[in-house]
């Protein structure tokens, strides 16, 4: 979910994703067009040459050639526009992490193509849902799987990652987002250990039960809720994951524990027990992306262990060794470009059950060998690489979509629009700007409608259209229209923009909040009252509104660039300056992991990385400040913890009641969102499939040179 659940939306540069600029180097591509023969029959070739050629058609004779890769053996991704947040599986979350993830690390169960209820076993051969009600979830482990570097795979580095997930869960605390009332309690109090006692007090988050795993095994009392024992607790199990040894009979003791939330009895057999029943939603847990990508423990021991409330840096900016089809082989500063091989000797390749089953599309041996992700520091460099072959994968902002695709005609101009601009399905995610409702004016509801009221939503979205057609949209609420019947279900008009009642709404939060802003010049609102310059909004005995900093994503392209402007003339009409400011996802992680310096206002992307829409999308309505910066009403958190994978008539009860909530107290104000995945293909690329949860697997993509 990327913090934010979400804060990794990333196909379009209006989302909050982090971008830092930088530039591959040394990969030289161009278009390809290869000459076939001239005769009064066409015929093709099937070599692809890296040079171009004039036309050698006559009135009397055809040409055909073949429109390929300048390298077969390489392709170029550019389609996210954002710089990875991190390299590491239990930290990385932002939307654009997800193909590195699904490349180099590997789940028990993953989603399966587009779908949001199919999976794959790829880590676990088999699993049973039903157990306890379905309280409990078992896989057995596939055999005959070992990580890139030779290591042997087995249940104890599912259970090793997934403590460790928990464990570090520093800065943003990852695991929060799904892992909360499932495996363990942040936001309630309870006898069961890791309820927010350990938390709030010891900043300790372990799955439920380990602590009293750890007192059954050692006689220790690392299970009482008291700092003390909460400082004991987080020692041992420190020490464990720094020294894992499975072989060690203490370590394995602890992990056989059965009364906790995640068991290890033996090698082959991993088990999952829930606070409730979650029936097949369990599974969605094991296939996204919010930690339990599997690692070796072994190499994160050799790499800086794993610390209690600590980000491993040589990880977050290296990687670490997983299962998956493909190694990263290098790093550039600020985490692009990232150069991915194929894992050699994959295990994959050696499995009859992958290689013999044509479903197994997740586990397949990749089919090219070099990928390289890179983000491009401008439009220009964007649209110059995808129109020059060498970007396979990429994005523009829709602002940009007429220069893109006439670029590529030019080079290129057998190619229709549509034959290059390819829709993956609905768009879970949507944008919309985050306000740290902690301190003044954001935490006052009052000026969050106002600030909805403010903006002209019309102007702000010029810039999606595109001959025409309207590529982006604004949702309501924090659902999408991806959610079909769950989304606005009370049909609430959406956002529009109204002086007159941003005039009201500005002037009660200046009341209750004690301070003011000063109307620079006149003008009409939207009643037809005249404001004249130097008029005074809110309470003008209390202190003058600063300017807030609006948090952007870098680098600035053409369509934020305008919709910035934008924002800021809007709001400048009552006084309020909005600054926009640019910062990469590390800073933005820094800044958000503390209360002191969470953003006032940041244009946020948001979505699930699975298929239950409630916890995955108001999950965030659970966490305290400053760890969410949105909105801390236990009527809301309660409201939320009993949706949480809700089953039959509840969910449309949830979707009504938490619609009314959020849009009740202007906890979402909208941003333009796209509500398709729209990618730029090269015609020669085959085998891309988007999941809308988890992303797209590089292993199965491949080259089919198209004639022109």
């Given amino acids: 979910m990327n913090v934010k659940q979400r804060e990794a939306i990333s196909t379009a540069a209006t989302v909050a994703i982090i971008v830092v600029i930088i530039v591959i180097a040394g990969v030289a591509a161009y278009f390809v067009l290869v000459p076939g023969s001239t005769s009064s029959t066409t015929t093709t070739t099937s070599s692809v040459q890296t040079t171009t050629t004039s036309s050698v058609a006559t009135t009397t004779t055809t040409t055909s050639s073949l429109y390929g890769p300048t390298n077969s053996s390489l392709l170029v991704d550019e389609s996210q526009g954002a710089a990875y947040d991190s390299l590491d599986p239990q930290y990385a979350f932002y939307l654009q992490d997800t193909a590195m993830l699904n490349a180099v690390y590997q789940n028990l169960i993953e989603l399966n193509g587009s779908s949001g209820n199919v999976f794959q076993p790829?880590?676990?051969?088999?699993?049973?849902?039903?157990?306890?009600?379905?309280?409990?979830?078992?896989?057995n482990i596939r055999p005959n799987v070992w990580f890139s570097n030779g290591d042997n795979f087995s249940s104890y580095d599912v259970w090793f990652t997934i403590v460790r997930n928990l464990y570090m869960n520093a800065p943003s605390f990852i695991a929060g987002f799904n892992w909360n009332q499932i495996i363990y309690n942040l936001t309630a109090g309870g006898s069961e250990y890791s309820d927010s006692y350990c938390w709030n007090n010891a900043g300790l988050g372990l799955p439920a039960g380990l602590a009293d795993a750890i007192a059954s095994v050692t006689g220790k009392a690392a299970n009482l809720e008291t700092v003390a024992s909460c400082n004991l607790a987080s020692s041992i199990v420190g020490q464990m994951l720094s020294n894992f040894n499975p072989s060690n009979s203490t370590q394995a003791a602890i992990?056989?524990?059965?009364?906790?939330?995640?068991?290890?009895?033996?090698?082959?057999t991993f088990v999952a027990n829930y606070f409730k029943p979650l029936g097949t939603f369990g599974?969605?847990?094991?296939?996204?992306f919010d930690g339990q990508n599997v690692v070796d423990p072994a190499f994160v021991d050799a790499h800086g262990g794993v610390v209690n409330n600590t980000l491993n840096s040589y990880i977050n900016l290296n990687g670490a060794i997983g299962t998956g089809p493909y190694m990263i082989k290098s790093v550039g500063a600020g985490l692009a470009p990232v150069t991915f091989v194929a894992t050699p000797h994959y295990w994959g390749a050696y499995s009859a059950a992958i290689t013999g089953n044509a479903s197994m599309t997740d586990a397949a041996p990749a089919k090219i060998n070099t990928i390289i992700y890179n983000v491009a520091p401008s439009d220009t460099a964007l649209i110059q690489d995808f129109a020059t072959n060498k970007a396979q994968l990429s994005t523009e902002s829709i602002q940009e979509y007429g220069q893109m695709y006439n670029a590529f005609h030019a080079n290129q101009p057998s190619f229709a629009f549509n034959q290059i601009h390819k829709s993956e399905g609905a768009f879970p995610f949507g944008s919309w700007f985050l306000m740290n409702t902690v301190t003044t004016?954001?935490?006052?509801?009052?000026?969050?409608?106002?600030?909805?009221?403010?903006?002209?939503?019309?102007?702000?979205?010029?810039?999606?259209?595109y001959n025409g057609q309207a590529y982006g949209t604004y949702f309501i609420g924090a659902l999408t229209p991806a959610f079909g019947s769950y989304y606005n279900p009370a049909n609430y008009s959406p956002a529009s923009y109204n002086t007159?009642?941003?005039f009201n709404y500005f002037q009660a939060a200046g009341m209750?909040?004690?301070?003011?802003?000063?109307?620079?010049?006149?003008?009409?609102?939207?009643?037809?009252?005249?404001?004249?310059?130097?008029?005074v909004i809110g309470n003008p005995n209390g202190q003058q509104l600063a300017p807030l900093k609006l948090y952007y994503t870098v680098p600035l392209l053409t369509e934020l660039k305008g919709q910035l402007q934008g924002i800021e003339a809007n709001l400048g009409l009552f006084g309020i300056g909005a600054v926009p400011y640019g910062i990469t996802s590390a800073e933005s992680n820094i800044l958000t992991s503390n209360a002191q310096t969470f953003p006032q206002v940041e244009i946020l992307g948001w979505g699930p990385d699975?298929?239950?829409?409630?916890?995955?999308m108001y999950e965030p309505l659970l966490l305290p400040s400053p760890y969410n910066g949105w909105f801390t009403n236990s009527t809301v958190e309660a409201e939320v913890a009993a949706c949480d994978f809700a089953v039959g008539a509840q969910?449309?009860?949830?979707?009504?009641?938490?619609?009314?909530?959020?849009?009740?107290?202007?906890?979402?104000?909208?941003?333009?969102?796209?509500?398709?995945?729209?990618?730029?293909?090269?015609?020669?690329v085959q085998g891309f499939v988007n999941n809308p949860y988890v992303g797209y697997w590089y292993n199965q993509i491949y080259y089919q040179p198209v004639q022109t």
């Fill in 255 to 268: 992990m056989a524990y059965a009364n906790q939330a995640v068991v290890a009895p033996n090698s082959t």
């Fill in 283 to 288: 599974l969605e847990l094991w296939s996204g």
């Fill in 610 to 616: 699975y298929a239950d829409p409630f916890l995955a």
């Fill in 441 to 465: 004016p954001t935490n006052i509801t009052a000026f969050r409608l106002g600030w909805e009221s403010a903006i002209n939503y019309t102007e702000l979205n010029l810039p999606n259209y």
């Fill in 651 to 684: 969910v449309n009860a949830c979707a009504l009641t938490l619609e009314q909530m959020t849009i009740q107290n202007g906890l979402f104000p909208p941003f333009p969102n796209i509500p398709t995945y729209y990618f730029f293909i090269q015609p020669y």
């Fill in 512 to 535: 209750q909040g004690n301070f003011y802003t000063v109307v620079p010049a006149a003008f009409t609102l939207s009643n037809g009252t005249s404001i004249a310059a130097g008029t």
């Fill in 500 to 502: 007159t009642a941003a």
């Fill in 122 to 139: 790829v880590l676990a051969d088999s699993y049973n849902v039903n157990l306890n009600g379905g309280a409990t979830n078992s896989f």
